[in-house]
């Protein structure tokens, strides 16, 4: 069974209000909603941290998962994640290092996929949400 999940940050200025969005779907069922505002931060801290609060989520999920898929419309963090971007922003380079630790305790196998603005529309929506 795949886990997918859609994440999804913004701030309002950048730096300015930020907040984060994450839908899981199970069998093509939504199993897990979460929206939160993280306070002051660029788009791209809002974007990592709901890649990071997803994964902490997903550690839940191991149990009826055989793999787990990540969806985002982030060009940057989707290829940073994937190592085919470098990263030179220490504060980005920390996130790496967490995700990374993540993914070990998930121990699953996780893919990161780039989607088109339009197919993240609803983790978008909680975004705008809060």
Known sequence: MILR???DGGSK???G???IGIIFYLNNKVVFKHKESIGVATNNDAEYLALIKALEQAIRYTLHATRIEFYSDSRLMVNQVKGLFKVK???IKEYILKIRGL???INLPISYHLIPREQNSEADLLVNQV
């Open 103 to 105: 993914e070990q305790e």
């Open 17 to 19: 209000p930020a907040s």
């Open 13 to 15: 200025g950048n730096p």
């Open 5 to 7: 999940i859609y994440t």
């Open 89 to 91: 922003n220490g504060k």
